[in-house]
T-cell receptor, first 115, second 113 residues
């Protein structure tokens, strides 16, 4: 597709429940990034993929967060046993990455509310 | 480690007035810098990017930014604000081989009639 598609748009989970978010990158883009935007508007990098391989996972809380990008499937970000502090908007971005000046294209985000 | 600082979390201007949003960066390698805009309940849209080809970069919607290495700055300007410019603006940095962007904390621009 011509845009990064994220589903669902909104997700509400009770504390301790699992949350799974999906991202379809732009066709032909080899890099996928996940960011978390919390109430103060700061974007926190979580993880990036080069095709189906993890490229950089330095931002991932390892205990409860996991992510995958499998061939011919949307990428996913899963949070096991959600906590109130996980409430945020999660953005996915993709890029072709031909150099450090390559722009990333962002999806509309998934707003996760943990109650 | 690289970082981005945006001075002023809120900026308010009158319609027709100059817009100046400040961004300073820290990087151990030559930086690649971006300005993104976020409208309410939307994702990020690229306004412009610095690629080392020219220090003055023109973007969409009449915005431009000037890269000043001596001041480690990449401030965003627009000569005349429109009501439609009201949004959140993020300065971001790429470099040091991470591929992912490092964002500033954002500046909310309000445009008064």
């Amino acid at each position: 597709g011509e845009e990064v598609a994220q589903t669902p748009k909104h997700l509400v989970r009770g504390e301790g429940q699992k949350a799974k978010l999906y991202c379809a990158p732009i066709k032909g883009h080899s890099y996928v990034f996940w960011y978390q935007q919390v109430l103060k508007n700061e974007f926190k990098f979580l993880i990036s993929f080069q095709n189906e391989n993890v490229f950089d996972e330095t931002g991932m809380p390892k205990e409860r967060f996991s992510a995958k990008c499998l061939p011919n499937s949307p990428c996913s970000l899963e949070i096991q046993a959600t906590k109130l502090e996980d409430s945020a908007v999660y953005f996915c971005a993709s890029s072709q990455f031909t150099g450090e000046n390559t722009e990333a294209f962002f999806g509309q985000g998934t707003r996760l509310t943990v109650v | 480690a690289q970082s981005v600082t945006q001075l002023g979390s809120h900026v308010s201007v009158s319609e027709g007035a100059l817009v100046l949003l400040r961004c300073n960066y820290s990087s151990s390698v030559p930086p690649y810098l971006f300005w993104y805009v976020q409208y309410p309940n939307q994702g990020l849209q690229l306004l412009l990017k610095y690629t080392s080809a020219a220090t003055l970069v023109k973007g969409i919607n009449g915005f431009e930014a000037e890269f000043k290495k001596s001041e480690t700055s990449f401030h965003l300007t627009k000569p005349s604000a429109h009501m439609s410019d009201a949004a959140e603006y993020f300065c971001a940095l790429n470099g040091e081989g991470r591929r992912a962007l490092t964002f500033g904390s954002g500046t909310r621009l309000q445009v008064q009639p």
